[in-house]
């Protein structure tokens, strides 16, 4: 199924000219905000509810099982999901993304009562499939719809909305379990208020326009595709695989999702109980919003030099990094996999606040470390049909390192062990990062009006 015909092409077409308008629907500002809405409803929630640690159950197998499969079937599509995006075009694609979401949540809801794990098993793999799909989507509309110099801002707003579904989605568990101090699992109401918000994000999907129908307030396009075709997709994804700054990126997207068995599961999930693991959640996802703002100020207006804010902004997440991985260090040495731990509530004072602090800076530093690398992933184009290849190759890579990540947890490798996996992988990707953007991000002066093939970048508007 191809995007055909006149209105669904930009090509060859004279920039317009836009009357200003704050909440011009077919503006990349609502666009974006659109977009955060929709991940605010589906993986929001589902990041409410993995962030509780084992699903919201007590025993973490079948959550451990589910996202394996989950972000096994995710590394594929992923990938694919580009290509996927620039066929069906953004409402199909999300559409078809947002349901598989509620499956995901009605999985966990059927486990509370028979502990059955099949189910759950075979949701998160259609999971993956649909997650592939959507984060492609909003990847390539995050970064190629707004102008090339706020490209940080627009990524920020986006992460903020989007995050504050983690934070709803922590207070549903919190609320609904406040009371059940020894419950060792969430109860059903949890998992049918995230089906709920979840149904209503795959609804906001079908306001998403085509890229084509997209105008920034220059009057420029934000692309200039006229169809695509599967045998376009298929070549230009494999050519990712060839790219080196696609290659240069591998450690960061293995990085950039491979902590999360680790935090939610043997930080969340081990020393607290499931009220004050809803709570945890809430902050968890709150500091995202504030990571997400702070970096997208330091990308967009630290320096005047695209390239030197891009550098800057590497250095202020390795500093940021540093010590919180450190300080993940400081607390994983008081106990191991193997010890019986009393699980700490919110109420427990002094006890309570070191370790929810470290779970607070986690958040801060997974929000502006995946903005970051966003930013960089931006700054390498502005066309969507191509930046929505480069987001499913991050996407791809993120999962497939994501998958491995939950079943080393679930081979009881002790925690130290991952910790200091986590650590390693992020710092190794730096020094690649910084050679990425001396080598392909160009400054403003050196992109106007040049074209991308050749070693410029096209499209900038």
């Known amino acids: 199924m191809g995007l055909q015909g006149d209105e669904e092409t930009g090509k060859g077409s004279p920039e317009i000219p836009i009357k200003p308008s704050l909440f011009r629907f077919n503006s990349p500002l609502t666009q974006v905000s659109l977009i955060g809405l929709v991940c605010f409803c589906c993986p929001g929630m589902f990041n409410a509810l993995s962030g509780m640690g084992a699903g919201g159950q007590v025993d973490p197998t079948a959550a451990n099982n589910a996202n394996t499969a989950l972000y096994t079937t995710f590394a594929v599509f992923g990938i694919l999901g580009g290509g996927v995006y620039n066929i069906l075009g953004p409402k199909l694609t999300l559409l078809t993304a947002c349901s598989t979401y509620v499956l995901y949540a009605g999985s966990f809801l059927y486990y509370n009562h028979y502990h059955h794990q099949a189910f759950a098993i075979v949701a998160g793999a259609i999971l993956g499939i649909g997650a592939g799909l959507l984060w492609a989507s909003q990847g390539a509309i995050m970064t190629s719809y707004p102008p090339h110099d706020r490209k940080g801002t627009y990524i920020a707003l986006f992460w903020s909305i989007f995050n504050m579904g983690g934070v709803i989605g922590g207070l549903i568990p919190f609320a609904l379990n406040y009371n059940r101090t020894s419950a060792v699992s969430v109860n059903d109401g949890t998992y049918i208020g995230f089906m709920i918000f979840m149904s209503i994000g795959a609804l906001l999907s079908l306001l998403i326009l085509h890229p084509s129908r997209v105008i920034r307030n220059d009057g420029s396009r934000c692309t200039n595709i006229k169809y695509s075709s599967v045998g376009v997709e298929g070549k230009e994804i494999l050519k990712l695989f060839l790219d080196w700054r696609m290659l240069l990126m591998v450690p960061a997207s293995w990085a950039s999702n491979f902590f999360y068995s680790y935090q939610f599961n043997n930080v969340n999930g081990v020393l607290f109980n499931v009220r004050t693991r809803g709570l945890n959640n809430i902050f968890y996802w709150a500091a995202q919003m504030i990571g997400s703002v702070f970096i997208g100020y330091v990308m967009d207006f630290s320096f005047k030099s695209r390239r030197a804010r891009g550098l800057f902004g590497v250095g202020v ?145």
């Not at 370790?355 to 970051?372: H, I, K, N, R, T």
């Not at 650590?423 to 001396?438: C, E, G, N, R």
């Open 317 to 461: 997440v390795a500093v940021f990094g540093t010590a919180i991985w450190g300080g993940g260090l400081a607390k994983q040495l008081d106990y191991t996999r193997h010890d019986s731990l009393i699980k700490m509530d919110f109420k427990d004072g002094p006890d309570y606040a070191g370790p929810f602090v470290l779970y607070f800076s986690y958040g801060l530093l997974d929000a502006m470390f995946q903005s970051m690398v966003y930013w960089v992933i931006g700054a390498l184009a502005d066309d969507s049909e191509v930046l929505s290849r480069y987001v499913g190759f991050y996407k791809g890579v993120q999962s497939a390192g994501a998958a491995v990540a939950w079943q080393i947890d679930s081979h009881n490798v002790p925690y130290l062990n991952e910790l200091i996996t986590n650590w390693a992988l992020m710092t190794v990707s730096f020094p690649l990062l910084v050679v990425l953007i001396i080598k392909a991000v160009k400054d403003d002066d050196e992109v106007e009006g040049k074209s991308k093939e050749g070693g410029t970048i096209p499209g900038i508007h």
